[in-house]
């Protein structure tokens, strides 16, 4: 299983903006689907944005369609989040994880289960 380090979280308020990274130090990430996964207190782990890389393609949650961005940096095994105009309901423990690139973008981020997660990111956002 590909470990992860998060980082970027932070609190904010409503309307502001985060850059979260995701780092797999010493692992190639071509040939795997990386998706961002948030935990809310007491919630499940529920996909918010997935992304191939290899192609780039990507699939985002519909609360975050039009406010957050995924993208990679294939040189350097890292993964980011730009996510805009955050709201409270975003607020959560964000995590990274990678299936094999057999899965789509969608089976990723809605469908797939992973047995470990790595410590994540923290995300706050309230007035």
């Known amino acids: 299983q590909v470990l992860f380090v998060a980082s970027g979280g932070g609190s904010v308020q409503p309307g502001e903006s985060l850059r979260l990274s995701c780092y797999a130090p010493?692992?190639?990430?071509?040939?795997?689907?990386v998706g961002w996964f948030r935990q809310g207190p007491g919630e499940a782990h529920e996909g918010v944005s997935c992304?191939?890389?290899?192609?780039?393609?990507?699939f985002y949650r519909d609360s975050v369609k039009d406010r957050f961005i995924i993208s990679r940096d294939k040189d350097e095994n890292t993964v980011f989040l730009e996510m805009n105009s955050l709201q409270p309901e975003d607020t959560g423990r964000y995590h990274c994880?990678?299936?094999?690139?057999?899965?789509?973008?969608?089976?990723?981020?809605?469908?797939?289960?992973?047995?470990?997660w790595g410590q994540g990111t923290q995300v706050t956002v309230s007035a």
């Open positions: 994880a990678a299936a094999f690139e057999r899965f789509s973008v969608m089976e990723t981020c809605t469908t797939l289960g992973f047995p470990s």
């Open positions: 010493g692992f190639a990430l071509d040939g795997y689907v």
């Open positions: 992304i191939r890389i290899s192609g780039g393609e990507t």
